[in-house]
Structure formats: C-alpha cells, structure tokens
C-alpha cells in the first residue's frame, strides 16, 4: 500500500526556516517524480517543487525560488522541503504527492502538515 | 505562465448534471487532470489524461478537453460529491505544474 507522511510543519516566525520530511512506502522514491504541493487557508492548491525520478531535473514555483530547496535520501525513503527566508504568505498545508508513472498527474498524496508563519 | 480559469462555484440540485469547466489558451493541446477535495482531506484524483477515470471513481464522472475548455461532468450527482474541484496540467514551456482556482460543487 502507497504511503506518504509529511512531518514538520508547525509555527515559525518571518523569516525563520522550516525543513518539512515525507516518508514514503509501498514505492520505490526514486522512480517516480515528486513534489510539494501546498494550500494557504481557505485557497486553492499551489505547486510549489518538484524534482524527477533521476533528480536531475528540480523546478520550483516562482513564489518560492531561491528560498526553498527539494531534496530526498533514497535510503531513508524520504522526500524533504527546507524553506528559507519564510513569509507570512508561506502559511499553507504543505502535501507531498507522488506523479504517476506515466502522465503528469498526482496519484497518491500524504494528509499534508500546517506551516504557520507568524510573529 | 500559463494560466487555468475555473468558475469559483457551481450549483446542482441532486440527481441533475454538474458541469466544471476550466479554461487555458489552446487547452485541448494538453492533458488535463481532475482532482475532488472534501473539507479537510488531501485531493484525490477524479480523471486524468481529459478522460480516464481511476479506479474507484463511478462513471457518473466524465471528462472532455478541446480548444480552450476542458470540462469535468458529473451525472446523477449525489450530496456526496459536494467538495472543491481542481484542474490540473503540466506547463512544457516552464516545466511547471499548474492549478485553476478551483470551483466549489454545492449540492442543493
């Protein structure tokens, strides 16, 4: 069975960083891209990274270039979001989502953790 | 960027047909992704590739794609499919995924 539990979230201040962890199981990470997808409160969903099954390829959402870096360690089944530099706008439910194997769609999603950003 | 527009909301009375739609430039090009969210649970996905259903989803849910509308259909809807609809496609010109705004199903 396809897992994904994102951990991490919780309250920080402007400009204070966060690093969010999704461990996966019932799949191999590193065959299939993933991402971070988030929901500020009452909004729709935003993309905000993602990075291929070879993790060559990592594109980020222009709101959060240069502040937030995708990463994994295949050894501990684990995808990660550090984010830098946090904004009051950052304030979402953060979900990591596996893409499907063949098309460009979010197959399985964690239940998401809450990223607060307030003084 | 590219650019997906859905109506915020639309409304149905049960047993009628819910159509969403979800505009782009030159949308039929791409593949367009459906996905359902109830209140406080993570989206699920409702069709992929316009029309492909997953398994678990009934057949009352149908997908269309051409020109600049894709369209999400829901026949026979129930007070179950109440929940937030969101298009989905990947941009090839960024690379990035994107997002309509989504549009609240409201069962009446």
């Known amino acids: 069975e396809v897992q994904l539990v994102e951990s991490g979230g919780g309250l920080v201040k402007p400009g204070g960083s966060l690093r969010l962890s999704c461990e996966v199981s019932g799949f191999t990470l590193t065959s299939y891209t993933m991402n971070w997808v988030r929901q500020a409160p009452g909004k729709g969903l935003e993309w905000v990274s993602s990075i291929s099954r070879s993790a060559t390829y990592i594109y980020y959402a222009d709101s959060v270039k240069g502040r937030f870096t995708i990463s994994r360690d295949s050894a501990k089944n684990s995808l990660y979001l550090q984010m830098n530099s946090l904004r009051a706008e950052d304030t979402a439910v953060y979900y990591c989502?596996?893409?499907?194997?063949?098309?460009?769609?979010?197959?399985?999603w964690g239940l998401g953790t809450l990223v607060t950003v307030s003084s | 960027s590219y650019v997906l527009t859905q109506p915020p909301s639309v409304s149905v009375a049960p047993g009628k047909t819910a159509s969403i739609t979800c505009g782009g430039d030159n949308i039929g090009s791409k593949s367009v992704h459906w996905y359902q969210q109830r209140p406080g649970q993570a989206p699920v996905v409702v069709m992929y590739y316009d029309s492909d259903r997953p398994s678990g989803i009934p057949d009352r849910f149908s997908g269309s794609n051409s020109g600049n509308t894709a369209t999400l259909t829901i026949s026979r809807v129930e007070a179950g499919d109440e929940a937030g609809y969101y298009c989905q496609v990947s941009d090839s010109s960024s690379d990035h995924v994107v997002f309509g705004g989504g549009t609240k199903l409201t069962v009446l």
């Open positions: 989502a596996k893409f499907s194997g063949s098309y460009d769609y979010f197959d399985y």
